[in-house]
Each structure stands twice: as structure tokens, then as C-alpha cells.
């Protein structure tokens, strides 16, 4: 299975924290933006960089959206280039829509026509956005650092059961287990010989590379 592929339309602070972080993580990325002078800019940096106005349905449908992943609809102008955007993308059958809003009433419309899901983003929940587009299993990715970061996991099916001193992440990834979140209730102070629950979510800090690592066992 090839990387996935992103679009991240508009370029404004946010927008290109996003797309400049994805590209970072080793993303494909097509950046689309109003203003020739953002695109030409960030040109270098992304996969492949489009002059296109997202209200005008031929220039994104021309655009090939249709083996595009996800999309992001940072579109800041006003309500209505956002709403257009995104009607625009869902049409093109993109799996997964998510859109930035600017007020709760734009979000209940971009809802309404779609979006899988909306943001209240500023520029640098940009880069943690992005971050935990190409997370795979982690739920939430708080970066500590350009190479440190604390996730919020699942418990994985073939954890469940087992105790923290079993697992031995620390000895085998180098990842410490910060805390245990059941419900409303997180533990820091946790037993080595406790078995652990299908229901929790495990807090854990490490270093990127050893994170990375350590889910692609879980696969």
C-alpha cells in the first residue's frame, strides 16, 4: 500500500502548517491556493503545488482529487469560499473531508454539507494537526520537542491482558508509559504486575523514531 495523500487547500498560516508539516512527515502533499505567490513559495517544499480558486467547480475538478486521502479545507476567506470548498471536495469523493471553521455556526454548516470533521484551529495546532493526520493508531500527539512527543493510545488488542512489565515498553522501545486514562479517570501511579484494561487509553512519551517504531509492530 502506497503513502496516503493529502490535499491541503488554502494557504494561509494555517493551512501551510499543515501542509508543510505533512510534508515533513514524508507526506504526499498537493497544496492549492488563490494567490500564485503562496503556491510558488511552497512549490519546493510539497509534492506538487496548484494555482486554483476552490469556488470555480472546473478548477477542482481538475485537480484529480480523486486519489487524494484526505483533505484539508483551510479556506479562510469567508464562510462561503470554506462552505463551497467543501462541497466542492465531497463531490470529488474524497474519504475523508476535515475542515477548519471560524465561528460554531460555520461549523454546523460544514457538518451539515459533510465534513467529516471540524477544527477551530490557529497556526500552531496547524503542525499538531498534521501530526496527528499521519499518527496512524494514535489518538491524540502532543509534541514535547522537534523529536520528542507525548501520545494518547488505544489499548491494542494484543496488549490487552498483559501487565506493564510484560510489555517492558521502556526496555524495548526506550518509551516511558506516563499514564493510564480510563473514562475520566487517568492514573499516573501505576503497578508493573496490574493487567491492563481493553477499555483504557495508555499516555505514553518517547522519541519519535522509537513511537513510529514501536506502532508498526502493532500492525
Not at 18 to 42: F, H, P, W, Y
Not at 65 to 85: N, Y
Not at 159 to 169: C, F, H, P, S, V
Request: net charge negative; proline share 2%; charged share 25%.
Amino acid at each position: 500500500m502506497g503513502k496516503k495523500q493529502y490535499a491541503v487547500l488554502g494557504l494561509g498560516k494555517f493551512g501551510w502548517s499543515v501542509a508543510m508539516t505533512l510534508a515533513q512527515s514524508g507526506c504526499e502533499v498537493l497544496a492549492v491556493d488563490k494567490n500564485r505567490e503562496i503556491v510558488e513559495a511552497i512549490a519546493d517544499e510539497v509534492t506538487c503545488a496548484v494555482h486554483a480558486d476552490m469556488t470555480n467547480p472546473k478548477a477542482v475538478h481538475s485537480l484529480g482529487l480523486e486519489s487524494i486521502d484526505v483533505a484539508v479545507i483551510a479556506l479562510a476567506e469567508d464562510m462561503e469560499t470554506s462552505i463551497m470548498g467543501t462541497i466542492l471536495v465531497k463531490e470529488a469523493n474524497v474519504p475523508y473531508v476535515l475542515a477548519k471553521a471560524v465561528s460554531a455556526l460555520h461549523a454546523t454548516i460544514l457538518k451539515k454539507i459533510g465534513a467529516d470533521e471540524v477544527v477551530f484551529p490557529e497556526q500552531d495546532s496547524g503542525v499538531r494537526l498534521a501530526r496527528n493526520l499521519v499518527s496512524g493508531g494514535f489518538e491524540d500527539l502532543f509534541s514535547l520537542s522537534d523529536a520528542f512527543s507525548m501520545v494518547e493510545l488505544k489499548m491494542p488488542a494484543q496488549w490487552t491482558g498483559k501487565t506493564l512489565r510484560e510489555l517492558d515498553l521502556r526496555g524495548r522501545y526506550h518509551i516511558n508509559v506516563a499514564a493510564i486514562k480510563e473514562g475520566e479517570d487517568v492514573r499516573v501511579s501505576l503497578h508493573p504486575d496490574e493487567q491492563l484494561d481493553s477499555n483504557a487509553t495508555m499516555v505514553l512519551i518517547g522519541n519519535n523514531i522509537d513511537l513510529e517504531r514501536m506502532k508498526g509492530k502493532l500492525k
